[in-house]
């Protein structure tokens, strides 16, 4: 019985040793983050400037012209008041926030990925969950929107300011 | 060390008993029915995966028809029918109410018998299915994109609407005979003048083919048999239809012996094309008729009900050569035909023997002018010369024939409790397995068509007994899945059923899942009271009528909050769900409103009507748990007393933001 007990002693020792170390890393990362989290969070999601991040999901890169198409925001201002109007209000904030001014805070690329996989953008976009928490855990309804679709209220938000 | 070898000894031994146990109780369960582990698998679907056939089983008396996965046995859904269903609200909701109408008023229940999915040379393809309504004969189309009835007609002329509801092989027609022979037209004549003076209706609906809308295009008005079940025929019986009878007696009293007496009763071959070229001819006779068309629209959401005033009828003398009775023996209850079109196959249900006939030889038979007789002018061919083979099962009452796609037949014995399987054109019964108990009919995806799916067979059963835990007198209906891909039939599987199942359709799951409706298009809505636009949500008043113009989404009513409603108004509330996510209903109730709640589907409306009785404050909320804030999905709808000069008012988030 001898026998066995000092290799699995000496292997414990050896076991706790690594563990103190990772622990040490865990901790001191768990500390960095907690320490972002409470700097970004003095500021409120919705009135955070995020304009660097492009969110999660399908859109990758938009390039917006200079003239804002007036076509495009007829059919986007239709689409947005049939498919987002019962949360989202231009003149306030309701169940979501106003897309007034979003165009400031936001990069096209988040607007589009947000209206097309909200669920995606909640999971994995820190500024899409902190909306969410912000605004009473009212998780934003994917309105199965085409590209073009969501494309066209872009361009109504750029008429926004 | 030596003790540790010893146990290790021991240890092994018993291992080797405790195996050696296992596998005598697992022989001794075998050998009572039950499974073993490789069977389970054949029916076990994994979490998360999915089943590869669709079963639509008939509800019967529930009036409903339910959906399943085969082999996994599990219901998807309840698809409401002929019954009213608190669930969805259909024959409650104003948009549905129309659907059970009929020349009798509303009526909130059926007795559904037998599916049939659409054909197209003879094969499923799956775009609807077709129900019957037995008690107040209708016939009901259901789209398979969206599993909702779309139309249901009422069949005038017509009672115990039972051998129906079977499709010709391109859909052209849907086709219900009556089951009980009635004066036609009804009229108050003694009982006892039955004979001769009753009359059996075969109704041929046309179907048209982009929508599937129906349309009686004519009613064949037969001797005063009771015309039970019939199928198509398909490939080179195309063309025809084959019904079969018992109390050819025209016994009216005590038919369990009075319409047992002729050795024989008839199947009855119909040519249609030749009836329907009569009637493209100008043939037939107008006769007033009273029976209602109901239509349910997918771009208003809203059923509309049509009482139509005459029927096209057809004596069957003034067609010569498109109608022939084919002796069958014994009351004859299943009329099956199988996949080639050859044989016609007649279970008669007192015989031991099923009966089968050869299309071929009616043919020649019909073309030598051979007949034995007439009855009421229609040639009656003899037994001998249309009769092909007899299978001798050594089963007791047999019912329904499916077929696989290797040239075998099952057949159901409901006395004996047992599916046989034979081959035909050699007659030889090649297998037999018990069912549990007492089954009617049996289902083989595709086996009422030219290219059956020859895997599953589905044994629906009259009697459940010890089948399950008991739950009181009464219990569901139960059934067997067997797997028939290999020579002998096997016994897989054991499950409940919803009401009770008679005949059931079954297919591929390709041929659905991918038309299966997602969401209603909110930009398609045409509803008459629907809002796309939040802000169009309102109330409006006129007279004591108030129109509730109401939208829903995660996880609020617009409005929410309404005043200046008052006792002794009709209050209907018309919801649109903004919802366009696949899955995400809502619901709504009011306290106090004498219906049911609503469904409303992602992009649909619905309405339902509320007479508030009581002053006060009352609340209505979401019945589908739709959200983390569903609990939150509520609102109030404050009453006034009748004499009030409160005014109309209605908000949504009041101040909130402002």
Redesign the interface.
């Known amino acids: 019985m001898k026998r066995f007990t000092i290799p699995v002693l000496l292997v414990s020792l050896v076991l706790f040793a690594c563990e103190s170390d990772y622990q040490k890393a865990t901790k001191e990362r768990v500390a960095q983050k907690k320490a972002e989290v409470e700097e970004e969070s003095k500021v409120p999601a919705s009135e955070r400037i995020t304009l660097d991040n492009k969110g999660v999901g399908p859109i990758k890169n938009i390039e917006l012209s200079a003239q804002i198409d007036e076509e495009m925001v007829k059919r986007g201002m239709e689409l947005f008041k049939t498919n987002c109007s019962a949360c989202h209000k231009v003149d306030k904030r309701f169940i979501g926030p106003s897309p007034k001014g979003i165009m400031k805070r936001r990069s096209p690329e988040w607007i589009m990925n947000m209206i097309l996989d909200p669920q995606l953008m909640v999971e994995q976009d820190r500024c899409a969950k902190d909306l969410l928490v912000e605004f009473n855990g009212a998780a934003m309804a994917n309105q199965n929107m085409t590209e073009e679709q969501a494309r066209d209220i872009l361009e109504y938000f750029r008429t926004l300011e | 060390m030596n003790k540790l070898k010893i146990k290790i000894a021991i240890f092994t031994a018993a291992g080797l008993l405790l195996a050696g146990c296992g596998g005598e109780i697992n022989k001794g369960k075998k050998s009572n029915g039950a499974l073993s582990a490789n069977v389970a698998e054949k029916v076990y679907i994994a979490p998360g995966e999915q089943d590869d056939y669709y079963a639509f089983l008939s509800g019967g008396y529930s009036g409903n028809l339910t959906v399943y996965g085969l082999p996994s046995g599990r219901m998807f859904k309840e698809i409401p029918v002929f019954s009213q269903f608190p669930t969805s609200g259909y024959g409650y909701s104003e948009e549905t109410q129309p659907m059970l109408n009929t020349s009798f008023g509303f009526i909130p229940w059926d007795d559904l018998h037998h599916p049939d999915i659409s054909q197209t040379k003879g094969e499923l393809d799956g775009r609807w299915i077709f129900v019957n309504g037995n008690n107040t004969p209708r016939i009901a189309r259901v789209s398979l994109s969206t599993f909702e009835t779309e139309e249901i007609i009422e069949i005038p002329n017509s009672a115990g609407n039972h051998s129906s509801s079977f499709i010709t092989e391109n859909t052209e027609y849907v086709v219900a005979g009556t089951r009980f022979a009635v004066p036609v037209p009804q009229r108050d004549i003694p009982i006892s003048d039955y004979k001769g003076n009753f009359k059996g209706a075969l109704t041929f609906i046309s179907v048209e083919p982009e929508h599937g809308h129906l349309d009686i295009k004519f009613q064949l008005i037969m001797p005063g048999f009771n015309y039970d079940l019939s199928r198509p025929g398909r490939n080179k019986s195309h063309g025809w239809f084959f019904f079969s009878t018992y109390n050819t007696e025209e016994a009216n009293t005590l038919l369990e012996v009075n319409a047992s007496q002729n050795d024989k009763d008839f199947i009855a071959a119909v040519n249609w094309k030749k009836i329907e070229e009569y009637v493209n001819n100008g043939g037939g006779e107008m006769v007033t008729a009273s029976y209602a068309h109901n239509v349910y629209d997918e771009s208003t959401h809203t059923a509309t009900s049509t009482l139509k005033k005459e029927v096209l009828t057809v004596d069957p003398t003034m067609v010569p050569g498109a109608i022939y009775l084919l002796p069958t023996p014994k009351s004859p209850h299943g009329c099956d035909v199988d996949p080639s079109g050859q044989y016609i196959i007649g279970s008669g249900k007192l015989s031991a023997d099923i009966t089968v006939h050869s299309f071929d030889k009616m043919i020649a038979a019909i073309e030598a002018e051979k007949f034995a007789g007439e009855a009421y002018g229609i040639p009656i061919l003899a037994f001998e010369d249309v009769m092909e083979g007899t299978v001798k099962s050594g089963g007791l009452g047999p019912l329904h024939t499916e077929f696989d796609n290797n040239g075998n037949a099952y057949t159901t014995f409901f006395i004996s409790s047992e599916v046989v399987k034979w081959k035909l054109g050699t007659w030889e019964v090649v297998d037999r397995q018990p069912t549990f108990y007492s089954v009617g009919h049996l289902m083989i995806p595709g086996g009422n068509s030219r290219k059956p799916y020859g895997k599953y067979l589905v044994a629906m059963n009259k009697i459940t007994k010890d089948r399950y835990l008991p739950t009181g007198p009464e219990m569901e209906h139960s059934a067997q899945i067997y797997d028939i891909s290999g020579e002998k039939m096997e016994l897989l599987y054991d499950f409940p059923t919803h009401g009770e199942p008679h005949y059931a359709a079954g297919c591929s799951a390709d041929l659905l899942r991918d038309n299966s409706k997602k969401?209603y298009r909110?930009?398609a809505n045409k509803h008459p009271y629907a809002v796309?636009?939040?802000?169009d949500a309102r109330v409006e008043r006129d007279g004591n009528v108030v129109h509730i113009y109401m939208?829903?989404?995660?996880?609020?009513f617009?409005p929410d909050n309404i005043e200046g409603v008052k006792v002794g108004d009709k209050v209907y509330f018309h919801v649109t769900n903004?919802?366009?996510?696949?899955d995400?209903p809502h619901g709504i109730s009011m306290i106090g409103a004498q219906t049911s709640e609503l469904l409303i589907m992602p992009g649909q409306t619905k309405s339902f009507l509320w007479e508030p009785k009581r002053v006060g404050v009352w609340p209505f909320y979401c019945t589908d748990f739709c959200?983390?804030?569903h609990q939150e999905m509520q609102g109030y709808v404050r009453v006034s007393p009748a004499s009030s000069d409160i005014e109309l008012s209605w908000t949504v988030?009041g101040d909130?933001?402002?």
């Open positions: 969401i909110l930009d796309t636009n939040p802000a939208a829903t989404i995660r996880s609020h617009t903004h919802e366009q996510d696949f995400v959200s983390a804030l988030g909130l933001g402002e």
